[in-house]
């Protein structure tokens, strides 16, 4: 290329001029209008030139000819009508090289300025016609109705971007909490983000503004919805994540209304067994409001009835109706330290579905007749009319056993129950319960709960024992039903009851994971033939769909085939996983903020694994599970370490520990 050659380069999608001040190899060494020198590839240029510049000039002499000259094309490319030209030539489609653009763009004699201007004017305005390598192809009419909608989006994304960033910004150089106004569309665009990642629809636009923006990372724009108000503190990112609905439309709240105000009338069903003279007994946790289920015994002449009642929830929610799809959706209530989310409205599983007191309630009863040894001759399932004579709490039945009836025989009874399963080779896992609350002034409280202590093994082997008869029922009638079963286990470690926390840990990782199907197959943990859940319609809906199997029985209705209940279980499959995962992480959560509070305080722990780094620790006092350096330590399985909290960060699920 001749030196002072006047070239044209495109850079950050602007176009410079300049001037070749050295060729080598197609390498040019270039002085633009902005008096900048710079490198650049031939192959690079946009545009070059007939006409050459007096390299032995002034430096200024040279830029300011540039600068001329760029004004010049700019002009020139100011007058170019590009959509009156597409109106002309889009119908032939054809290519149209550089030289024939330019004499349509300008009238004779043409100049190298006016191609330059040409190049400039289309690189501009990109609409109307495809432009590359010095060749000209007009678009169709609907590939720039395409680009129109894409040009429409791309400034609505820029437009949202700056909004983003605006709002970060202002709230990082804000000391004001909440006093930046929120753009409600920015807002949720961010937090679908924080939520979902990449899954998010918009992700790319919230990529862009923490890109811009002083964010290192998706975790820092949670301190900045806290302080505009968006979130709380402690919001429940569980719940959003997994996009667990949280209320009830108006038409499931309607119909509850119609429920409370217009109850179904049970009473005069004549497929039902008038069991009100008999006395029910719940035992619960003290802070219970939804009562699913109650106990009764009774002497005979020739030695007991044992009555294990369970509200019959399906004679008010109809399988299919509003409320029972919405129940569905739902597939079962969800209780946290810090809040309950029901798979019923309130007024159902608090008043008309729970067994309340000295209420006349329709249910579910398992009648088993025992002689005066308390060995079981036989039982009858029958719907029931029923009314609950007394409530007690955990506590209370405690105190009542060994000193009052029918406590004391149902306890007799349960440890029969239990004795019966580990002989048919059930696993007892003995581990206590930490139950975590808050209370009314904000702190954390907590409590470790043996849940062998005789109440809840009472209630725990009472509810066994119906769930067990019930599939027994089902499987007799062959019936599909919401089957669990269980393998053996990997290995055994112990037999009976076992008290030690490091031998219950190791016989829980044996187990074989347990399986729910629609057919009765052996449940090796519980000890028994078949099993399903049915004792907790309020709280399951795997259990309200055993419940309508056995009414089925009862010619209430058809009962669910296998195919339904397949479709069913599938369609609540993840909304079931999710529960467990909200339960288990609110817990934690709770407890590592609980921990925050007391670094430096030392507890008490267990090593139950070893890994070549870190062991794996359970802090006694709160069951919960963590990591301590291995550097330095030798530990065996079941030592008891103890160990100082050093970090601990519940919104990051973070907990150190050291010795």
């Not at 506590?395 to 025989?409: M, Q, R």
């Not at 440890?415 to 702190?443: F, S, Y």
């Not at 030690?500 to 197959?521: G, W, Y």
Request: charged share 25%.
């Amino acid at each position: 290329m001749i030196i002072g050659t006047i070239v044209e380069y495109i850079d950050q999608h602007k176009i410079f001029s300049a001037v070749v001040l050295q060729e080598k190899k197609g390498k040019l060494k270039l002085l633009n209008e902005n008096n900048r020198e710079v490198n650049f590839s031939e192959k690079r240029l946009s545009h070059t030139s007939q006409v050459c510049l007096d390299t032995t000039a002034s430096r200024d002499s040279m830029v300011q000819n540039l600068k001329n000259l760029t004004q010049h094309r700019i002009k020139l490319a100011q007058t170019i009508d590009i959509k009156e030209l597409w109106e002309i030539l889009h119908e032939e489609a054809e290519e149209i090289d550089i030289s024939a653009m330019t004499c349509f763009c300008f009238d004779p004699p043409l100049t190298s300025d006016h191609e330059a201007a040409v190049i400039r004017a289309f690189l501009k305005d990109r609409l109307y016609f495809k432009f590359n390598r010095m060749m000209f192809r007009p678009y169709t009419p609907e590939q720039i109705k395409g680009k129109k909608r894409q040009a429409k989006e791309a400034e609505k994304k820029e437009i949202l971007i700056k909004n983003g960033l605006e709002w970060i910004l202002s709230l990082i150089n804000n000391k004001n909490e909440g006093s930046s106004k929120v753009d409600n569309k920015t807002i949720n665009i961010l937090k679908n983000y924080f939520l979902f990642g990449t899954d998010s629809n918009t992700s790319h636009i919230a990529k862009a503004i923490i890109k811009q923006s002083p964010l290192n990372s998706v975790e820092q724009l949670f301190p900045l919805f806290v302080k505009s108000g968006v979130w709380n503190i402690n919001e429940n990112i569980d719940i959003l994540a997994m996009q667990i609905p949280t209320t009830f439309s108006r038409d499931v709240l309607n119909q509850e209304d119609n429920l409370i105000t217009s109850p179904i009338n049970f009473l005069d069903d004549p497929k039902r067994k008038d069991l009100t003279d008999i006395p029910l007994i719940t035992i619960d946790g003290q802070s219970t409001l939804d009562f699913d289920d109650a106990i009764s015994l009774e002497k005979t002449d020739t030695g007991y009835t044992l009555g294990i009642h369970i509200i019959d929830v399906d004679a008010y929610i109809q399988s299919g109706d509003i409320i029972d799809l919405s129940a569905r959706e739902r597939a079962s209530s969800i209780y946290m330290p810090d809040d309950k989310i029901p798979m019923l409205p309130s007024k159902l599983s608090e008043d008309l579905c729970s067994l309340k007191e000295n209420e006349i309630r329709p249910g579910i009863s398992t009648i088993i007749r025992m002689n005066r040894f308390f060995e079981i001759q036989d039982y009858e399932i029958v719907p029931s009319i029923i009314k609950v004579h007394t409530q007690m709490s955990y506590a209370e039945a405690n105190l009542l056993n060994g000193k009052n009836d029918p406590i004391t025989s149902l306890y007799k009874i349960a440890t029969l129950l239990r004795d019966k399963r580990l002989k048919a080779g059930a696993i007892q896992i003995t581990l206590p319960e930490v139950n975590i609350w808050l209370e009314e002034n904000g702190e954390i409280g907590y409590a470790k709960i043996d849940r062998e202590n005789p109440s809840r093994m009472l209630v725990s082997e009472m509810m066994i024992y119906a769930n067990s008869l019930m599939a027994e029922f089902i499987s007799y009638h062959k019936i599909p039903a919401v089957f669990r079963s269980q393998a053996a286990p990997k290995q055994r470690i112990f037999n009976g009851i076992e008290t030690s926390l490091i031998k219950n840990f190791m016989q829980r990782k044996q187990l074989s994971r347990a399986i729910i199907s629609t057919r009765p197959e052996m449940h090796s943990g519980l000890g028994v033939k078949a099993y399903v859940t049915a004792t907790s319609p309020i709280r399951r809906y795997h259990d309200l769909l055993t419940q309508r199997q056995i009414k089925s029985v009862f010619g209430y209705y058809k009962p669910y085939s296998k195919n339904e209940l397949d479709n069913i279980l599938q369609s609540i499959s993840i909304a079931v996983a999710s529960t467990g995962r909200v339960q288990f992480g609110r817990k934690r959560y709770w407890i590592l903020k609980y921990l925050e509070s007391v670094k430096g305080k030392e507890f008490e722990t267990m090593v139950i694994d070893k890994y070549r780094d870190f062991y794996t620790v359970l802090i006694k006092e709160f069951m919960l599970e963590a990591k301590l350096p291995a550097s330095g330590l030798k530990f065996s399985n079941g030592d008891i370490v103890r160990a100082t909290i050093q970090h601990a960060d519940a919104r990051r699920d973070q907990l150190s520990l050291f010795v």
